[in-house]
C-alpha cells in the first residue's frame, strides 16, 4: 500500500509580487561611506573579542610551561642532530 504525497502548485501570485518588491540594498553594509566601514568593522571586532573564553592565570601558567619545556627538548633534540653530523661528516671528509 503506497500513499502519494502531494506537493502543493506554486502559487501564481506570489510572483507577481516578487516582481513588484524593489531588491535589496545589503542590510548594514549597504551604502556607508569609509568610516562607516570602517566603524562597522571595529564594532565586529568588539563583538568578536567579546565571544572569546580568556584562560585563567593558572591556565596561562601550565600552557607557558608546556611551550618552554617543549622548545628545550626540540633545541636539544636539534643540537644532539648537529653535532652527530657534524662528526660524521668530519670522519667521512677529514
Request: no cysteine.
Given at each position: 500500500m503506497t500513499?502519494?504525497?502531494e506537493v502543493p502548485e506554486?502559487?501564481?501570485t506570489q510572483d507577481d509580487k516578487d516582481s513588484d518588491r524593489k531588491p535589496r540594498r545589503g542590510g548594514k553594509r549597504g551604502k556607508?561611506?569609509?568610516l562607516g566601514r570602517l566603524a562597522l568593522f571595529y564594532r565586529q571586532i568588539i563583538a568578536e573579542l567579546r565571544k572569546v573564553v580568556w584562560p585563567s592565570r593558572n591556565d596561562l601558567t601550565t600552557y607557558t610551561t608546556v611551550v618552554i619545556v617543549f622548545v628545550v627538548?626540540?633545541?636539544g633534540f636539534v643540537?644532539?642532530?648537529d653535532w652527530?653530523?657534524?662528526k660524521l661528516i668530519s670522519s667521512v671528509f677529514g
Open positions: 500513499d502519494s504525497i506554486p502559487d501564481a556607508k561611506g569609509p627538548v626540540v633545541i643540537a644532539v642532530v652527530g653530523f657534524g
